[in-house]
Protein backbone atom coordinates (compact mmCIF):
# COMPACT_ATOMS: atom_id res chain seq x y z
CA UNK A 1 0.00 0.00 0.00
CA UNK A 2 1.32 3.28 -0.96
CA UNK A 3 2.15 5.96 1.81
CA UNK A 4 2.03 9.60 2.15
CA UNK A 5 3.23 10.97 -0.90
CA UNK A 6 4.28 14.74 -1.46
CA UNK A 7 4.81 17.00 -4.81
CA UNK A 8 7.31 18.77 -4.73
CA UNK A 9 10.21 17.06 -2.47
CA UNK A 10 11.74 20.52 -3.17
CA UNK A 11 10.70 23.98 -3.91
CA UNK A 12 13.01 26.95 -4.48
CA UNK A 13 11.36 30.59 -5.14
CA UNK A 14 11.82 34.23 -4.85
CA UNK A 15 9.89 36.31 -2.28
CA UNK A 16 6.13 37.47 -3.63
CA UNK A 17 6.09 34.45 -6.33
CA UNK A 18 3.51 31.77 -5.93
CA UNK A 19 4.02 28.04 -4.75
CA UNK A 20 1.65 25.66 -5.08
CA UNK A 21 2.11 21.98 -3.21
CA UNK A 22 0.29 19.13 -3.51
CA UNK A 23 -0.02 15.62 -0.70
CA UNK A 24 -1.87 12.36 -1.49
CA UNK A 25 -2.92 11.12 1.28
CA UNK A 26 -3.42 6.81 2.07
CA UNK A 27 -6.36 5.95 0.11
CA UNK A 28 -9.07 5.83 1.66
CA UNK A 29 -8.38 7.98 4.82
CA UNK A 30 -11.14 10.69 5.71
CA UNK A 31 -8.15 13.03 7.52
CA UNK A 32 -5.52 15.14 6.17
CA UNK A 33 -3.57 17.09 8.10
CA UNK A 34 -0.81 19.82 7.09
CA UNK A 35 2.12 20.93 9.22
CA UNK A 36 5.38 23.23 8.93
CA UNK A 37 8.67 23.21 10.49
CA UNK A 38 10.27 26.18 10.11
CA UNK A 39 14.39 25.63 10.77
CA UNK A 40 15.21 25.15 14.42
CA UNK A 41 11.43 25.25 15.40
CA UNK A 42 8.87 22.40 16.42
CA UNK A 43 6.75 21.01 13.81
CA UNK A 44 3.73 23.41 13.97
CA UNK A 45 -0.29 21.85 12.60
CA UNK A 46 -1.56 24.11 10.53
CA UNK A 47 -4.89 22.76 9.32
CA UNK A 48 -6.83 19.60 9.48
CA UNK A 49 -9.34 18.12 6.13
CA UNK A 50 -11.84 15.83 6.79
CA UNK A 51 -13.24 14.69 3.73
CA UNK A 52 -13.75 17.30 1.83
CA UNK A 53 -14.17 20.21 4.34
CA UNK A 54 -11.84 22.29 6.81
CA UNK A 55 -11.74 20.79 10.38
CA UNK A 56 -9.45 23.22 11.64
CA UNK A 57 -7.58 25.71 10.13
CA UNK A 58 -6.73 27.45 13.57
CA UNK A 59 -2.60 26.86 12.36
CA UNK A 60 -2.80 28.87 9.04
CA UNK A 61 -0.18 31.69 9.59
CA UNK A 62 -2.26 34.00 7.51
CA UNK A 63 -4.19 35.27 5.18
CA UNK A 64 -1.63 34.15 2.34
CA UNK A 65 -1.72 30.63 2.93
CA UNK A 66 -4.57 28.36 0.91
CA UNK A 67 -5.45 25.00 1.45
CA UNK A 68 -7.73 22.58 -0.13
CA UNK A 69 -8.84 19.19 -0.68
CA UNK A 70 -11.97 18.81 -3.64
CA UNK A 71 -13.64 15.91 -3.74
CA UNK A 72 -11.89 14.67 -0.78
CA UNK A 73 -8.99 12.77 -2.20
CA UNK A 74 -5.46 14.60 -2.58
CA UNK A 75 -4.52 18.56 -1.20
CA UNK A 76 -3.03 21.26 -2.42
CA UNK A 77 -1.57 24.57 -0.31
CA UNK A 78 -1.08 27.30 -1.79
CA UNK A 79 1.23 30.33 -0.17
CA UNK A 80 0.60 33.63 -2.61
CA UNK A 81 2.51 35.58 -2.37
CA UNK A 82 5.54 34.21 -0.65
CA UNK A 83 7.94 35.56 1.94
CA UNK A 84 10.90 34.45 3.34
CA UNK A 85 9.87 33.48 6.71
CA UNK A 86 7.58 30.31 5.04
CA UNK A 87 10.55 29.00 4.25
CA UNK A 88 10.53 25.24 5.98
CA UNK A 89 9.55 21.88 5.66
CA UNK A 90 6.04 21.27 5.13
CA UNK A 91 4.63 17.64 5.97
CA UNK A 92 1.28 16.57 5.04
CA UNK A 93 -0.43 13.53 6.82
CA UNK A 94 -3.33 11.02 7.09
CA UNK A 95 -5.43 8.98 9.02
CA UNK A 96 -8.07 6.77 8.67
CA UNK A 97 -11.56 8.26 9.64
CA UNK A 98 -14.44 8.02 12.28
CA UNK A 99 -14.48 4.82 14.23
CA UNK A 100 -10.87 3.95 13.30
CA UNK A 101 -10.23 4.12 16.86
CA UNK A 102 -6.90 5.24 17.28
CA UNK A 103 -6.56 7.44 14.71
CA UNK A 104 -2.59 7.27 14.00
CA UNK A 105 -1.17 9.64 11.60
CA UNK A 106 1.15 8.71 8.58
CA UNK A 107 3.61 11.42 7.65
CA UNK A 108 4.46 11.88 3.88
CA UNK A 109 8.26 12.65 3.07
CA UNK A 110 7.62 16.53 3.31
CA UNK A 111 8.51 19.61 0.62
CA UNK A 112 11.06 21.77 1.99
CA UNK A 113 10.61 25.14 0.59
CA UNK A 114 13.01 27.55 0.01
CA UNK A 115 12.02 31.06 -0.54
CA UNK A 116 14.46 33.48 -1.41
CA UNK B 1 -1.39 27.16 24.88
CA UNK B 2 -0.17 23.42 24.79
CA UNK B 3 3.31 23.19 25.41
CA UNK B 4 5.40 19.83 24.56
CA UNK B 5 9.13 19.85 25.60
CA UNK B 6 11.42 17.14 25.75
CA UNK B 7 14.70 16.69 26.80
CA UNK B 8 17.78 16.76 25.62
CA UNK B 9 17.43 18.16 22.41
CA UNK B 10 20.46 16.61 21.87
CA UNK B 11 22.23 13.43 22.97
CA UNK B 12 25.24 11.87 21.56
CA UNK B 13 26.10 8.41 23.21
CA UNK B 14 28.20 5.21 22.49
CA UNK B 15 26.61 1.78 21.20
CA UNK B 16 25.93 -0.22 24.34
CA UNK B 17 24.58 2.25 26.95
CA UNK B 18 21.18 2.93 27.74
CA UNK B 19 19.52 6.21 28.17
CA UNK B 20 15.85 8.38 28.60
CA UNK B 21 14.54 10.65 26.48
CA UNK B 22 11.80 12.97 28.34
CA UNK B 23 8.56 14.39 27.05
CA UNK B 24 6.59 16.67 29.37
CA UNK B 25 3.24 18.73 28.03
CA UNK B 26 1.45 21.05 29.69
CA UNK B 27 -2.47 20.29 29.27
CA UNK B 28 -3.86 17.13 29.84
CA UNK B 29 -4.00 14.75 27.50
CA UNK B 30 -4.10 10.99 27.22
CA UNK B 31 -2.74 10.40 23.63
CA UNK B 32 0.70 10.40 23.17
CA UNK B 33 3.05 9.72 19.57
CA UNK B 34 6.60 9.13 19.51
CA UNK B 35 8.03 9.58 15.96
CA UNK B 36 11.40 8.91 14.14
CA UNK B 37 12.77 10.88 11.27
CA UNK B 38 15.71 9.94 9.73
CA UNK B 39 17.76 12.62 7.57
CA UNK B 40 15.41 13.89 4.64
CA UNK B 41 12.83 10.97 5.53
CA UNK B 42 9.26 10.86 6.92
CA UNK B 43 8.37 10.96 10.24
CA UNK B 44 8.06 7.43 11.17
CA UNK B 45 5.43 6.06 14.07
CA UNK B 46 7.24 3.91 16.84
CA UNK B 47 4.56 4.38 19.53
CA UNK B 48 0.87 5.22 20.42
CA UNK B 49 -0.03 5.63 24.08
CA UNK B 50 -3.39 6.30 24.58
CA UNK B 51 -3.77 5.65 28.39
CA UNK B 52 -2.19 6.07 31.73
CA UNK B 53 0.47 3.55 32.66
CA UNK B 54 0.81 2.40 29.41
CA UNK B 55 3.80 1.15 28.21
CA UNK B 56 5.04 -0.53 25.15
CA UNK B 57 8.43 -1.94 23.46
CA UNK B 58 9.85 -2.75 20.11
CA UNK B 59 13.34 -3.91 20.28
CA UNK B 60 15.63 -1.54 21.87
CA UNK B 61 13.19 1.07 22.67
CA UNK B 62 10.51 1.58 25.19
CA UNK B 63 7.87 4.27 25.93
CA UNK B 64 5.77 4.74 28.52
CA UNK B 65 3.20 7.45 29.77
CA UNK B 66 2.17 8.61 32.91
CA UNK B 67 -1.10 11.37 32.48
CA UNK B 68 -0.89 12.65 35.83
CA UNK B 69 2.38 13.86 35.46
CA UNK B 70 2.16 14.87 32.49
CA UNK B 71 5.37 13.07 31.01
CA UNK B 72 6.06 10.46 28.33
CA UNK B 73 9.60 8.69 28.39
CA UNK B 74 11.45 6.88 25.47
CA UNK B 75 14.04 4.98 26.88
CA UNK B 76 16.73 3.38 24.64
CA UNK B 77 18.22 0.01 25.74
CA UNK B 78 22.07 -0.87 24.33
CA UNK B 79 22.26 1.21 21.64
CA UNK B 80 22.95 0.54 18.54
CA UNK B 81 24.04 2.92 15.66
CA UNK B 82 21.15 1.99 13.90
CA UNK B 83 18.69 3.87 16.05
CA UNK B 84 20.36 7.48 15.42
CA UNK B 85 18.08 9.70 14.24
CA UNK B 86 15.94 12.32 15.59
CA UNK B 87 12.98 11.34 17.49
CA UNK B 88 9.47 13.40 17.90
CA UNK B 89 6.69 12.97 20.99
CA UNK B 90 3.52 14.80 20.29
CA UNK B 91 0.35 14.94 21.98
CA UNK B 92 -3.50 15.00 21.18
CA UNK B 93 -5.37 17.08 23.29
CA UNK B 94 -8.46 16.88 21.90
CA UNK B 95 -9.63 13.61 23.30
CA UNK B 96 -11.33 12.40 19.73
CA UNK B 97 -8.14 11.25 18.68
CA UNK B 98 -8.65 13.02 15.16
CA UNK B 99 -7.07 16.15 15.89
CA UNK B 100 -4.10 18.57 14.80
CA UNK B 101 -1.00 17.32 16.72
CA UNK B 102 1.27 19.31 18.82
CA UNK B 103 4.93 18.20 18.38
CA UNK B 104 7.94 19.06 20.89
CA UNK B 105 10.97 20.19 19.13
CA UNK B 106 12.58 16.48 18.87
CA UNK B 107 15.90 14.57 19.88
CA UNK B 108 18.57 14.69 17.75
CA UNK B 109 20.36 11.16 19.17
CA UNK B 110 23.28 10.23 17.63
CA UNK B 111 24.78 6.87 18.69
CA UNK B 112 28.86 6.05 18.22
CA UNK B 113 29.97 3.12 17.01
Keep these: EAG ?7 SVIEKGQTVTLRCDPISGHDN ?12 KFLLHFVKESKQDESGMPNNRFLAERTGGTYSTLKV ?7 SGVYFCASSQGVGAGV ?14 | ELKVEQNPLFLSMQEGKNYTIYCNYSTTSDRLYWYRQDPGKSLES ?7 GAVKQEGRLMASL ?48
Design chain 1, 80 to 86: QPAELED
Design chain 2, 66 to 113: DTKARLSTLHITAAVHDLSATYFCAVDVSGGGADGLTFGKGTHLIIQP
Design chain 1, 32 to 43: LYWYRRVMGKEI
Design chain 1, 4 to 10: VTQFPSH
Design chain 1, 103 to 116: YEQYFGPGTRLTVT
Design chain 2, 46 to 52: LFVLLSN
